[in-house]
């Protein structure tokens, strides 16, 4: 597998506008997912789960109509059960599943174990959440000394202690970037679902040489970070698999969307990407709440009496944390399901509740308010650290 000198400044041209110290770049990246995350962590403290249909969301009361879906056994995906349905919609798919709340502590506590175990290998880890992590394997400033088989093998012994330690299985995908590793642990969370699955399929080398037949007729909504936006635009240009998209010319992807992206998505179809590893802990640029009401919000007192609310909330976290706000946002989502986001900047950057709410006030002024409202969100943009 290689990177071509064009892969290589394209996106290093995207790290360098997130990464202030250049992360150290890497010849092979594994991408690591643990299965059905809050379903295995909940199976973990009850074996009595394993094997039926659990879907964990809200506060687990599947008849509340405003809460969603955050995650589903795969007993329940074969219902038709999703991330992000509403509850009542699940139990119609799935009668007979269990439903339980989110316990978000609990879940962290798990996902520390996971990643102990990781980082335990000795290797670089790029944390993405709860249940996925990079890993970088061997750094591109040296001689070549892996081969693919020598990876694997590796990825085999990382998913055995994973799975030795904390209980969980996990899939992992080998290649040498983060965007053709992450598509690669699709791969193999796949395969895994097949009734003649073996051990050995949750790990799954995407490069090269597989590349164009396994990707190359796909829908470009596939690939890793091209959303329905972008595919629908491509789409209206007659461009819908992979192997059209590199047919493309660069002009005329630049033409379509811009220098940057136009750039990003001829590299991307072509199964380059990001072969950096920052270990750094993320720091937020922003913090935000939200949240949907069991009763819609129907005049404009009562939505400026909820964004203080939220105001407050936000507001605490960003003091705990010794960050400045310097900017506001406010998300409105009527019952239509109509969402509109107005964003206004604080004369001056400042933690004080009394300086920051007259401008929430000024933002919720802003919108017309011809519908009840269902959801509000306020984010507090954060001065550097």
Sequence with gaps: MRATAFYSGVVAERVDRVQQQPPTRFRWLLHIDVDQFQVAAERLRRRDLIGVRVIVGGDGDPSRPR???????????????????????????????????????????????????????????????FDEAYLGVEPRDGDPVLDAAEVVAFADRLRVAVLDETGLECCLGVSDNKQRAKMAAGFAKAAVRAPDASPADRTFVLDDENWPELMGPRPCRDLWSVGPRTAARLADHGVDTVDQLQAASLADLIAMFGPSQGNW??????????????????????????????????????????????????????????????????????SSFHTRTKMRKLDAPTVEFDEIIPVVNRLVDAFELDRPVRLLAVRLELEDV
Aim: glycine share 8%; net charge neutral.
């Design 67 to 129: 809460q969603v879906v955050t995650c589903a056994s795969y007993e329940a995906r074969g219902d038709g059960v999703r991330a992000g349905l509403p509850l009542p919609a699940a139990r119609r798919k799935s009668p007979d599943a269990v439903f339980l709340p989110l316990d978000m502590a609990y879940y962290a506590d798990v996902s520390e174990r996971v990643m102990d175990v990781v980082r335990g290998q000795g290797d670089p880890v790029e944390v993405w959440g």
């Design 265 to 334: 998505l001829y590299v991307l179809c072509r199964g380059g990407g990001d072969d950096a590893i920052a270990t750094e802990p993320w720091i937020a640029k922003s913090h935000s709440r939200s949240r949907t009401y069991p009763t819609d919000l129907t005049g404009r007192d009562e939505v400026r009496v909820a964004a203080t609310d939220l105001t407050r909330e936000v507001l605490t976290q960003a003091v705990a944390e010794q960050r400045t706000p310097f900017r506001v946002g406010l998300t409105v989502r009527t």
